[in-house]
């Protein structure tokens, strides 16, 4: 993934002598720092500057795709009035408590069905199933549950984060290394321990790759899961907006989620990269 | 740790045999082996691949259980692994999150040190293999031979008694493998430890061990031990070194 081809600290953190350093001419310099960025963020800058000038030409229709300096203004002015706050802090909550609760249950719960062998191979069809069955897909059935408050809201965010991160973990612990295993055991080490030092660590990278698209998808669920007896949220701001035909303010309710799903990656890799500095994240 | 007397680090195999079971049909790999390791004497197996080295080297760490017969350590019958042994597998099996010192700390932390005492402890023994200035890097950021020698390390730490050893050099290249062999050899002669090593270097074996176990290919062969009562430290041009190497070589059939 894109954010972690770059700058990995590790790079640096380890100087071996003789290492080679950036030549100190100031032409190399601008075009090795200027190089990735443009291989980087080249493409997404093209396609915001495509998108304002085929708007501001007319090459696309401007009431459907409105130019960005309208986009942009439209979320300034929905975060600067304080209007949009409301909208992203129930958000925020309802994809937080989501997201927490999948990873208090999918964790634990992916660890534990990772190591018995019995216990995966018996929930392991079940567990396919269910992740085949979209989470939308059963969005009524909480409703009906749940009713149509916060509780089935939550639920369905909870419902569609849980697994990405339930199968990255078990996937996670199923990938240890049973020859690290072995090695620990003729050291004296016991389950307990093999599981503290040799299952967990091992594990921790799956777990990431679970955790971010976790992340990812508990913001993507917000549409969905405040299109239905929502009246507050990011989601039901550009479902409301739409309805209305404020084209600009859904657009800048959307790219608020893009924003915090990015936000929430990039915080999710700095942890990784602090919790893994053993392991070449950009290998 | 158990307390040093005279048989600290005796090995005694009794009858022991092993078998796996290959599609269906039952594969003898060791048959009814007898023989003894002496205290502090390094023992070298050699034989054909699929002889069962490795799979006697296992049923003597305790990974492995045998059909029947038994391993007496200092007259005590093994069940299992125990922390008076200390295996060196083949790859050396450093845990990729832990630098070079808490690797070589690892086997001393299971067995109850806090992670600062195992790292004074472990200290010593990464100097021993010359990795002092690698202390602080991880296992991805070391050469294969670097890398096997944190193994090394972190087997001598926990001070076993019995060292066993799945050719650890076997994957090193030329000139790497014969450094590694002089500084095991000069390990083996400060450190108060019997050693079993399996390796397919015949010239490994001679620089290394007192005695060779050669382990027949056919079942129905007889294995044999050597004595190799060269002395220390080896030079591999003596004639009295050739001689050894030749008389192994027509053991093998191989002259
Ligand atoms: N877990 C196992 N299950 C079934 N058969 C096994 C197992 N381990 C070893 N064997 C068989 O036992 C025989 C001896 O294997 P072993 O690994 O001990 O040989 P080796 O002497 O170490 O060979 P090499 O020199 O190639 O390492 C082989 O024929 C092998 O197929
Ligand atoms: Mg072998």
Redesign the pocket.
């Known amino acids: 993934m894109s954010f972690e081809t770059l700058n990995s600290p590790l790079a640096t953190s380890f100087d071996l002598p003789g290492r080679n350093r950036r030549p100190s001419t100031l032409g190399p310099w601008i075009a090795g720092r200027l190089g990735p960025l443009v291989s980087r963020y080249g493409l997404i800058v093209g396609f915001l500057v495509l998108w304002q000038i085929s708007s501001k030409l007319g090459w696309v229709n401007p009431t459907i795709f409105p130019p960005l300096d309208l986009i942009i203004a439209a979320l300034w002015e929905g975060i600067s009035s304080g209007a949009l706050l409301d909208d992203i802090a129930i958000s925020l909550q309802r994809s937080g408590l989501a997201f927490a609760s999948a990873v208090a249950i999918g964790i634990p719960l992916g660890l534990f069905m990772g190591q018995i062998r019995a216990v995966e191979q018996a929930l392991d069809p079940l567990l396919q199933f269910f992740r085949q069955t979209s989470a939308l897909a059963l969005y009524p059935v909480f409703i009906l549950l749940l009713g149509l408050g916060e509780a089935s809201k939550v639920f369905v965010i909870f419902w569609a984060t849980l697994f990405p991160l339930l199968l990255a973990t078990i996937g996670g612990v199923k990938e240890v290394d049973t020859k690290l295993i072995e090695m620990a055991r003729t050291y004296g080490a016991g389950p307990v321990t093999i599981f503290r030092r040799i299952v967990l660590p091992a594990s921790v990278p799956a777990i990431f790759v679970g955790l971010r698209l976790s992340a990812t998808t508990a913001l993507l669920l917000l549409i969905a899961a405040e299109m239905i007896g929502a009246n507050k949220g990011i989601g039901f701001q550009v479902m409301n907006a739409q309805y209305n035909f404020q084209v600009p303010l859904m657009f800048a309710a959307i790219l608020l989620l893009a924003l915090l799903g990015l936000a929430a990656n990039a915080v999710l890799v700095l942890l990784q990269r602090k919790l893994c500095r053993w392991s070449q994240i950009n290998a | 740790m158990s307390i040093a007397h005279a048989v600290r680090g005796e090995v005694t195999i009794r009858h022991l045999s092993k078998s ?3 599609n269906g049909k039952p ?1 003898p ?1 060791l048959r009814d082996l007898n023989f003894k390791i002496r205290p502090g004497e390094s023992l070298a197996i050699v ?10 080297l ?1 049923v003597l760490a305790g990974l492995e259980e045998a059909d029947s017969g038994e391993v007496l350590i200092e007259g005590k019958v093994i069940r299992g692994v125990g922390t008076e042994r200390a295996v060196i597998f083949q790859e050396p099996r450093l845990l990729p999150w832990l630098t070079v010192i808490d690797n070589v700390g690892f086997g001393l932390e299971t067995q109850g040190l806090s992670r600062e005492e195992a790292r004074t402890r472990a200290r010593r023994y990464v100097q021993l293999v010359g990795l002092q200035s690698f202390e602080n890097a991880y296992p991805r950021q070391l050469s294969g031979g670097m890398a096997q020698r944190v193994g090394i390390a972190r087997a001598l730490a926990v001070q076993p008694e019995i060292l066993l050893l ?2 650890p050099l076997g994957a090193l290249d030329a000139m790497t493998k014969i450094s590694m062999q002089q500084e095991l050899a000069r390990i083996w002669r400060d450190e108060d430890v019997t050693t079993v090593l ?1 390796t ?1 270097d015949l010239e490994e074996a001679i620089y290394l061990a007192d005695r060779i176990l050669i ?1 027949p290919k056919d079942k129905g062969g007889e294995p044999r031990l050597i004595e190799i009562d060269l002395p220390r430290p080896r030079d591999r041009s003596t004639p009295a070194f050739v001689r050894h190497r030749e008389e192994l070589l027509n053991l093998f059939g191989l002259h």
Do not use: W, Y
Request: glycine residues 14%; aromatic residues 4%.
């Open positions: 796996f079971v290959l594969l790999v034989g054909a691949s699929g002889s069962g080295k490795t799979t006697l296992r799945d050719e399996v397919h382990l």
